[in-house]
């Protein structure tokens, strides 16, 4: 009689990533899960990443799989100056002469930063009034974040405000009050904005101050007695305080 046993699989890896990974320069990236898969092989596995671009680095963690263990994280560091755009990068499991490998793809973006600016740098503004301007943010692709704004040392009888912070989608706009008491003259003003990760913007704003007063009309004579069918001549003066 003829014995028939089944054969034994032989020992194997493989590994799988969860996603690819979408990253902005000089920022750092969500982790994606690393998924080892085992044939008859208890031996601990090491995971190294290969083909990253420059300014690029990676951490594995764990970095070694014992037995048991099958997963792990990777998450990649860029730096502002990192290689921008579309690639590949290459995640090695190797241990006990087995080896395995997954290709992930990689979008490193450019850095986030936007531009601002106001519709003008100069501004003449009465004693007791306001005046109102559009702040104009416009982000890159990869901003995602929220602009807040302030205002450097304010001359007396000068407040300044922006409302409300930018955020993508909504406009901000600036608001100069004078009071009645302003000494008139041209002061310079700063603005900053700032948001997480992108250098502050710092903008100049020159704010002439005018004073205009009130106005009073006074004729002369102020009693007349015109007779019907002649004519008379009167002075208005009218004077600005």
Same mark, same amino acid.
């Given at each position: 009689m003829d014995c028939w046993r089944a054969a034994t699989p032989s020992a194997s890896l493989s590994l799988a990533a969860s996603s690819g990974i979408s990253v902005a320069a000089g920022l750092t990236s969500a982790p994606i899960v690393l998924t080892l898969s085992r044939v008859n092989t208890t031996t601990p596995v090491t995971l190294i990443v290969e083909g990253l671009p420059t300014g690029v680095t990676a951490t594995v963690n764990p970095s070694t799989l014992p037995a048991g263990v099958n997963s792990a994280t990777l998450t990649l560091v860029t730096v502002a100056t990192a290689t921008e755009g579309s690639s590949s990068i290459t995640v090695r499991a190797s241990g006990g002469g087995l080896d395995a490998q997954v290709a992930i793809g990689l979008l490193v973006q450019p850095k986030p930063d936007y531009t601002v600016s106001i519709d003008s740098s100069s501004f003449t503004i009465p004693?007791?009034?306001?005046?109102?301007?559009?702040?104009?943010?416009?982000?890159?692709?990869?901003?995602?974040?929220?602009?807040?704004?302030?205002?450097?040392?304010?001359?007396?009888?000068?407040?300044?405000?922006?409302?409300?912070?930018?955020?993508?989608?909504?406009?901000?706009? #600036?608001?100069?009050? @004078?009071?009645?008491? &302003? !000494?008139?003259? +041209?002061?310079?003003? %700063?603005? $900053?904005?700032?948001?997480?990760?992108?250098?502050?913007?710092?903008?100049?704003?020159?704010?002439?101050?005018?004073?205009?007063?009130?106005?009073?009309?006074?004729?002369?004579?102020? #009693?007349?007695?015109? @007779?019907?069918?002649? &004519? !008379?001549?009167? +002075?208005?003066?009218? %004077?600005? $305080?």
């Open positions: 004693t007791n009034s306001l005046h109102m301007s559009n702040v104009n943010v416009v982000p890159n692709q990869s901003f995602t974040g929220t602009v807040q704004f302030s205002f450097g040392p304010l001359p007396e009888g000068v407040s300044g405000n922006v409302a409300p912070p930018f955020q993508q989608g909504g406009p901000s706009r #600036l608001q100069f009050g @004078v009071a009645p008491t &302003t !000494t008139p003259g +041209t002061y310079p003003i %700063t603005l $900053t904005a700032q948001a997480a990760n992108v250098a502050a913007k710092v903008i100049t704003i020159n704010v002439n101050v005018v004073r205009i007063g009130a106005i009073s009309a006074s004729v002369t004579p102020n #009693l007349l007695a015109i @007779v019907h069918g002649e &004519t !008379t001549n009167v +002075t208005v003066t009218v %004077t600005r $305080t």
